[in-house]
């Protein structure tokens, strides 16, 4: 396997490739980035990705400046099956 | 295989010993009840644990602390259950989540 | 409605818990894993004074202490979600709803990585991964293995893996890229490990002479660069290697390591198979803050905190009426540091329920805070305190930025 195969998201298989590819295209921040591609988006909710997203979009991209989270954090943070759904 | 480690030199000697029974992908294994299933399968030399939905590559268990959701099986029919926070009991039936039949990117 | 919530049973939300029930509140302490302790769980290592910290003991001292106080434990209970309402705190979890005007998150920090080609293979890991199984769950990750990112962390747990008789085949780089960056740059490892040289965990005293410490870090700077590396109680450490891919069919079977330049570029041809059964990945720890955020608390990044950490000052307080943070989830530091901001927490929380004449405590406490940092056995950032200023003088703008619209607000102004 060559380094840009290489999995960056786990959850939804996202590639280095992709990753660098999208992020170079659209100059995108790591928000837009996710939501191209979709890493970060799958079961962990990020966890695992999130910092790797957030550095490829401060590099490729005009995130440079940030101080405050760029990638957004929305409920549940753990998935919840539909049985406990119902209450 | 990997073992445990029954006698450490600062922590000194493993006093658990309560064996349960357990069943994963249908076959029989023993671990220390309480234990997290991650621990049992992988002091049962088992390392793989479900297989990617899409993919179908094989997954084990990555943060070993309920942040990656990489170690989720079956418990007694639940899917979704992280193996690493879920500890063993008594006749647990576990099953490996694997590949699942038609998948949208094909 | 319990007086006081705490998310998190590690150091800091255990010592917090303490506190509160100290002080006469009701408290409910709830965690996802199974045990109480966090990461203390997994920790092990030899102070200078010769005893060791060990991990369970001391989380178990903490719980005992907590149950004993009458401190009501939710184990294994996943929190989704938090919310305020008319200065009220309801905290869902995958069984339970609770209630609280005091709600402190203690959620500690989540491990970043530093991706590999073949690192979804079973049998790698994070470092964190291999030390909760050696310590806590005693079943050995592997029987040979490859630790992959160099830092004060990773070389605590190399330490402790070798401890309980599993081989570390290399302690070594990862190739650099645009996630890995600096972390797969000889140079700039080598200068990192050197600014905390000076509180080298203690092992370098335990498994050489007292002056190993030194020799250690002599004959890194002397002969830079060895391309075998350094051993460290036997592990080799390899700045001048990064691991290029881990290999396997269906598990891991080996990894390819490269000898790398200052810059961390691969020199080709220098490739080697290195057969080993597990893999550490160890990017390092960031705050976990996703409750905070989901709950509107004001972020800023401070890198030297480790990450986005949310808005608080000494007190532990957040902008956020009733809402507290304590320990890693303010910043990446040692189990002692947490638990003595865990104590100013409680302490905080205490006086928010009503309790007058705490501020010479919470003083104290804050005080107490300093010094332990100040003695901190192990540092994960070496300019931990500038990080800390940087978040107070945020906090300070925050909260004057607040007084100034509230004066706009009460002459008819536009906020």
């Given at each position: 396997?060559?380094?840009?195969?290489m999995?960056i998201?786990?959850?939804?298989?996202?590639s280095?490739?992709?990753?660098?590819?999208?992020?170079?295209?659209?100059?995108?921040?790591?928000?837009?980035?996710?939501?191209?591609?979709?890493?970060?988006?799958?079961?962990?909710?990020?966890?695992?990705?999130?910092?790797?997203?957030?550095?490829?979009?401060?590099?490729?991209a005009?995130?440079?400046n940030?101080?405050?989270?760029?990638?957004?954090y929305?409920?549940?943070?753990?998935?919840?099956?539909f049985?406990?759904?119902?209450? | 295989m990997?073992r445990?480690?029954?006698?450490?030199?600062?922590?000194?000697?493993?006093e658990?010993?309560?064996?349960?029974s357990?069943?994963?992908?249908?076959?029989?294994?023993?671990?220390?009840?309480?234990?997290?299933?991650?621990?049992?399968?992988?002091?049962?030399g088992?390392?793989?644990?479900?297989h990617?939905?899409?993919?179908?590559?094989?997954?084990?268990?990555?943060c070993?602390?309920?942040?990656?959701?990489?170690?989720?099986?079956s418990?007694d029919?639940?899917?979704?259950?992280?193996?690493?926070?879920?500890?063993?009991?008594?006749?647990?039936?576990?099953?490996?989540?694997?590949?699942l039949?038609?998948?949208?990117?094909? | 409605?319990?007086?006081?919530?705490?998310?998190?049973?590690?150091?800091a939300?255990?010592?917090?818990a303490?506190?509160?029930?100290?002080?006469?509140?009701?408290?409910?302490v709830?965690?996802?894993?199974?045990?109480?302790?966090?990461?203390?769980?997994?920790?092990?290592?030899?102070?200078?004074n010769?005893?060791w910290?060990?991990?369970?003991k001391?989380s178990?001292?903490?719980?005992?202490?907590?149950?004993?106080l009458?401190?009501n434990?939710?184990?294994n209970?996943?929190?989704?979600?938090?919310?305020?309402?008319?200065?009220?705190?309801?905290?869902?979890?995958?069984?339970e709803?609770f209630?609280?005007?005091?709600?402190?998150?203690?959620?500690?920090?989540?491990?970043?990585?530093?991706?590999?080609?073949g690192?979804?293979?079973?049998?790698?890991?994070?470092?964190?991964?291999?030390q909760?199984?050696?310590?806590?769950?005693r079943?050995?990750?592997?029987e040979?293995?490859?630790?992959?990112?160099?830092?004060v962390?990773?070389?605590?747990i190399?330490?402790?893996?070798q401890?309980?008789?599993?081989?570390?085949?290399?302690?070594?780089?990862p190739?650099?890229?645009?996630m890995?960056?600096?972390?797969?740059?000889?140079k700039?490892?080598?200068?990192?490990?050197?600014?905390?040289?000076?509180?080298?965990?203690?092992?370098?005293?335990?498994?050489?002479?007292k002056?190993?410490?030194?020799?250690?870090?002599?004959?890194?700077?002397?002969?830079?660069?060895?391309?075998?590396?350094?051993?460290?109680?036997?592990?080799p450490?390899?700045?001048?290697?990064?691991?290029?891919?881990?290999?396997?069919?269906?598990?891991?079977?080996?990894?390819?390591?490269a000898?790398i330049?200052?810059?961390?570029?691969?020199?080709?041809?220098?490739e080697?198979?290195?057969?080993?059964?597990?893999?550490?990945?160890?990017?390092?720890?960031?705050p976990?803050?996703?409750l905070?955020?989901?709950?509107?608390?004001?972020?800023?990044l401070?890198?030297?905190?480790?990450?986005?950490?949310?808005?608080?000052?000494?007190r532990?307080?957040?902008?956020?009426?009733?809402l507290?943070?304590?320990?890693?989830?303010?910043?990446i530091?040692?189990?002692?540091?947490?638990a003595?901001?865990?104590?100013?927490?409680?302490?905080?929380?205490?006086?928010?329920?009503?309790?007058?004449?705490?501020d010479?405590?919470?003083?104290?406490?804050?005080?107490?805070?300093e010094?332990?940092?100040d003695?901190?056995?192990i540092?994960?950032?070496?300019?931990?305190?500038?990080?800390?200023?940087?978040?107070?003088?945020?906090?300070?703008?925050?909260?004057?930025?607040?007084?100034?619209?509230?004066?706009?607000?009460?002459?008819?102004?536009?906020?």
């Open positions: 396997m060559k380094e840009d195969e999995i998201c786990r959850c939804e298989e996202v280095y490739e992709e990753l660098k590819t999208t992020a170079a295209k659209y100059k995108c921040s790591a928000r837009e980035l996710k939501l191209r591609t979709r890493a970060g988006m799958g079961y962990c909710g990020g966890r695992s990705c999130r910092t790797m997203v957030d550095k490829i979009a401060a590099t490729s005009n995130d440079r940030r101080t405050c989270v760029s990638l957004k929305q409920p549940p943070i753990r998935p919840i099956s049985k406990n759904l119902g209450g | 990997t445990r480690i029954l006698d450490h030199p600062i922590l000194g000697k493993m658990d010993n309560n064996y349960v357990f069943t994963f992908n249908q076959k029989g294994y023993k671990g220390l009840e309480n234990e997290s299933l991650a621990a049992a399968l992988l002091a049962n088992i390392r793989t644990l479900r990617h939905e899409e993919s179908g590559s094989p997954r084990g268990i990555y070993n602390i309920g942040h990656c959701y990489e170690c989720r099986v418990v029919g639940q899917q979704g259950i992280r193996a690493c926070l879920t500890p063993v009991k008594e006749g647990m039936t576990v099953e490996s989540d694997g590949q039949p038609s998948s949208k990117r094909r | 409605m319990d007086n006081a919530i705490i998310i998190g049973a590690g150091p939300g255990l010592t917090a303490v506190t509160c029930a100290e002080k006469g509140l009701d408290v409910v709830i965690d996802e894993y199974m045990r109480a302790g966090g990461r203390l769980l997994g920790q092990l290592y030899e102070e200078p010769g005893n910290w060990n991990g369970i001391e178990t001292k903490l719980y005992k202490k907590a149950v004993d009458g401190v434990f939710h184990l209970t996943a929190v989704n979600n938090i919310e305020n309402s008319n200065g009220i705190w309801t905290i869902y979890t995958e069984r709803t209630h609280t005007p005091s709600l402190l998150l203690a959620t500690g920090a989540a491990e970043a990585p530093v991706p590999v080609p690192w979804t293979l079973p049998g790698v890991m994070s470092v964190g991964a291999a909760v199984m050696t310590n806590v769950h079943v050995k990750p592997g040979r293995g490859v630790i992959i990112g160099v830092n962390l990773s070389a605590a190399a330490m402790e893996l401890l309980a008789g599993v081989e570390v085949a290399s302690l070594t780089l190739k650099t890229n645009q890995t960056q600096d972390a797969g740059k000889p700039e490892v080598l200068d990192s490990l050197l600014h905390v040289s000076h509180m080298a965990p203690s092992p370098f005293v335990r498994y050489g002479s002056l190993m410490k030194n020799d250690f870090m002599k004959k890194l700077g002397v002969n830079f660069y060895p391309k075998k590396g350094v051993k460290m109680w036997d592990i450490i390899q700045l001048r290697k990064a691991v290029t891919k881990i290999y396997g069919e269906d598990e891991v079977e080996g990894v390819t390591l000898t330049n200052a810059d961390g570029e691969v020199v080709s041809g220098s080697e198979h290195i057969p080993v059964d597990f893999v550490c990945i160890a990017g390092g720890l960031y976990l803050a996703e905070a955020a989901v709950a509107g608390c004001p972020f800023y401070v890198e030297e905190l480790g990450g986005y950490v949310p808005l608080h000052n000494e532990m307080e957040s902008p956020l009426e009733g507290y943070v304590a320990g890693n989830i303010t910043g530091e040692g189990a002692k540091v947490a003595a901001q865990g104590r100013t927490a409680g302490l905080s929380m205490a006086h928010h329920a009503g309790m007058d004449e705490l010479g405590e919470i003083k104290n406490s804050i005080e107490w805070t010094q332990t940092r003695n901190a056995h540092q994960f950032h070496p300019e931990i305190e500038t990080g800390r200023k940087k978040i107070l003088q945020q906090w300070d703008a925050y909260q004057s930025n607040k007084k100034r619209s509230v004066v706009s607000n009460s002459r008819g102004g536009i906020t």
